[in-house]
């Protein structure tokens, strides 16, 4: 077996428990106080070889059987194995180890050497590439990448690259059957190089020339008033190491305009850097007020995080949550909710609670492992049962925890909520379902859209009115357009509707950019609308934040 694979495995083998030696708190590479959240390169757990300790003299007897049972199994799988292609000892090894890592949690997983470079860009909100965003869409049975929009300034902007340019090539090699993330793995590489992108536009082929470069991702998306002083401010792409700089430039933006009132929007935010997370909930919250406390295995896993905020921000809050607000974004909205600091409104939350401490390992990939447990301030558990169900009722959100088993506790105005299965709103406001009719309308959806722009929808245009979509008509024609498509023989009239909007949305979308497209969609959001009638609600809170109350109280 390959030496580096092999080192891992025994790594993982000893982090996972199978060794008998115990794993140590981790080291900061470069000098300095233990930190459990550094996710910098050199992050290692004492087990990984150093100078003076090398794997090989972490082994006992019974972890050499094993892996020479693995070195074996290996060996005749890639001599006798019908496919070589499927039995590459690279790929045995990464499933072996995420197997091993899948029997503790659902959230600790290994990262060859592209995935942790990758993770570690997205925890700082960079990757090298030409700022294009590709997807996929069907069309006559045939599937191809298209491009949907391109990051303000970067080379796929300068170039004039449009929404709807059909990818054909990349540095001159045919990309049909390809995948939009495989032709984004082909796009992307390192800085300072050039990737040649062949593309269709209205019939017509076109080459583009794009030097890569650092491409800046910000997690907060967008920021903008809604009216009567009420501010949105959108970080669904999870949390970076840049996150807090931009909430603080958006919240500015925001006051100079007038706003009263602050809409976060958190849904389907993943989670990201916990640090990041906690800054932004200290901006809210005064000094010495509990954020969130994690509890684990050694004495760098034990840990509470308060505010040292002396000047925190007054203002009224709602957060909206859904099922895929996961992590971090479920410590900021547990831990405002628990100082009843915001109004929590939407669905409830996916219920990761796990503290996933980045590793990295000799040969350049690395683990994300679990090392504790978040609690908000009220001692509530925020991780869903695992252990009592698979992994794809476990993402499908398909079971449903014992209520006699969830800890009840209390807010800071003895409000009651209960832990152990995420974080519960407030208000409910279920979003619209994404039926199997509504995905099938996503491909004419688009290409309906494509039509309209390059003129070929007769009686529609975009000049019509360029500055209002929502003036052009366009129900009719788009119904008969869609029924071409397998799937979609009847729509019925809020179908249509739905998709009618999804059109406008990308109508902006093609003629002034991301950031127009998400702001029509959020002041359209039926979310968005409902949240805004529990206002008072949420200034009722934000009174109570700031008058003092008793210490938060648990209910055995």
């Not at 009224?316 to 405002?336: K, Q």
Request: glycine share 8%.
């Amino acid at each position: 077996m390959n030496n580096a694979f092999r080192c891992i495995l025994i790594i993982t083998l000893l982090l996972s428990g199978v060794y008998t030696g115990k794993a140590q708190s981790p080291r900061v590479a470069r000098g300095g106080e233990d930190d459990r959240f550094n996710i910098g390169r050199g992050t290692l757990f004492s087990a990984t070889a150093s100078k003076n300790q090398t794997a090989e003299k972490l082994k006992t007897p019974y972890s050499e059987t094993i892996l020479n049972d693995i070195d074996e199994s290996i060996d005749i799988i890639t001599r006798n194995y019908y496919s070589s292609s499927d039995a590459r000892p690279d790929i045995l090894a990464k499933s072996g180890i995420n197997s091993m890592l899948r029997s503790l949690d659902p959230h600790s997983s290994y990262y060859d050497p592209p995935e942790f470079e990758d993770l570690i860009g997205e925890q700082k909100s960079e990757y090298f590439g030409t700022g294009v965003t590709i997807s996929d869409f069907e069309r006559d049975g045939i599937l191809e990448s298209y491009v949907i929009s391109t990051f303000p300034a970067s080379a796929a902007d300068r170039a004039g690259l449009r929404f709807g340019d059909r990818i054909i090539a990349v540095n001159g090699s045919v990309v049909a059957g390809l995948t939009s993330r495989e032709i984004r793995g082909l796009i992307r590489g390192p800085l300072g190089t050039t990737v040649r992108l062949t593309i269709e536009r209205s019939g017509k082929l076109i080459n583009f020339d794009l030097r890569r470069a650092k491409i800046a991702s910000p997690t907060v998306t967008n920021a903008f008033l809604l009216g009567n002083g009420v501010g949105i401010i959108e970080l669904s792409d999870g949390f970076s190491l840049t996150t807090p700089a931009e909430f603080d430039a958006a919240l500015i933006k925001l006051k100079s305009e007038g706003m009263r009132s602050l809409v976060l929007d958190l849904r389907g935010n993943p989670g990201g850097v916990l640090e990041s997370a906690i800054r932004v909930a200290e901006r809210f919250l005064p000094a010495g007020r509990t954020i969130v406390s994690q509890r684990g295995r050694g004495i760098y896993d034990n840990r509470v995080w308060k505010s040292e905020n002396r000047r925190p921000e007054t203002i009224p809050i709602i957060i909206l949550v859904n099922r895929e607000t996961a992590s971090a974004s479920e410590v900021l909205a547990g831990a405002l909710q628990d100082n009843d600091r915001a109004l929590i409104v939407g669905e409830k939350t996916f219920g990761k609670g796990l503290v996933q401490t980045v590793i990295d390992l000799p040969g350049g990939g690395g683990l994300t492992l679990t090392t504790a447990r978040y609690f908000t301030p009220s001692g509530r558990l925020i991780q869903r049962d695992y252990e009592k169900t698979g992994n794809y009722d476990y993402y499908r959100h398909s079971d449903s925890p014992d209520p006699s088993t969830q800890k009840v506790a209390k807010t800071r105005t003895n409000r009651t909520v209960y832990g152990g299965d995420g974080i519960s709103p407030d208000k409910q406001a279920v979003l619209e379902q994404f039926t199997a009719g509504r995905i099938a309308l996503l491909d004419p959806i688009f290409f309906f859209t494509r039509e309209i722009i390059y003129g070929r929808i007769p009686g529609i245009s975009v000049s019509d009115s360029p500055d209002n979509p929502d003036e052009i008509k366009i129900t009719p024609v788009f119904i008969n357009f869609a029924k071409k498509w397998p799937g979609v023989s009847h729509l019925t009239k809020t179908d249509a509707e739905w998709a009618v909007s999804r059109i406008r949305f990308n109508l902006i979308l093609a003629m002034s950019g991301n950031s127009a497209a998400e702001s029509y969609r959020l002041r359209n959001d039926p979310v968005v609308k409902t949240a805004l009638n529990f206002l008072p609600d949420a200034l009722t809170f934000a009174k109570s934040t700031f008058t003092p109350k008793s210490p938060f109280s648990q209910v055995k």
